[in-house]
């Protein structure tokens, strides 16, 4: 067996070669000669010691895996520096696509708002309102469900009733305080919960 302390001496070049022929001692050279430099060019773009190390050992697998076919062109320090680099920018791309979807979800209200009454169809959510709207008052629970069940108008609601239309948007934003309230404490699918609580926001 060769003294790691002597593989140490040897170029990248010659422990490739030794690499192929399946040699670990040689790879764990490789890897501790490198780690560091790559190390710190990953944290250097991605500010994140976790991700950046993630990367690193990759780039490690990579070299590993593929020893026996891999041809290297330019320096086995130029190869390393290279693979990591399309790794970090694959890495930005995701974190760019996951900060436009966060942004577009958060600047969705009005969106949700619109596509809520379809939502409000769906079986489950329906019963929840339902079973929500029951601990409200007897005429606060009908309007309330006539305005978000029947999609009728504070108008139509009055005159169906034969209320003031001003009572009728009483009776709405209790049933919204009331039930957004009850939501707080109540244990379902988030996305449920969700298109609840921006229903009584509007």
Known sequence: MMDP???ELYTDAVLLDMIREDNRHAFNTLYK????????????????????????QEVFLNVYLKRHTLRITTTVAGYLHSVLKYKVLDEVRARLVRNNYKEEWLNRPP?????????????ELSELIVK???QLAPKCREVFLLK?????????????????????EG??????????????????DFLT????????RH
């Open 132 to 134: 929500l709207s029951e």
């Open 171 to 188: 009776h709405i934003s209790l049933a919204r305080k009331t039930l957004k309230s009850l939501l707080k404490d109540y244990r379902a």
């Open 33 to 56: 000669r490198h780690w560091s430099s790559l190390l710190d060019v990953a944290f250097k773009r991605l500010k994140d010691e976790d991700i950046s190390e993630e990367l690193v």
């Open 148 to 168: 978000h069940q029947q999609q009728l108008t504070n108008k139509m609601i009055a005159e169906r009733l034969q209320i003031a239309e001003k009572t009728v």
């Open 5 to 7: 302390i002597e593989l």
């Open 111 to 123: 969106v949700l708002a619109e596509d809520a009454h379809t939502l409000l169809e769906n079986k």
């Open 193 to 200: 919960v969700l298109v609840c609580m921006e229903l009584f």
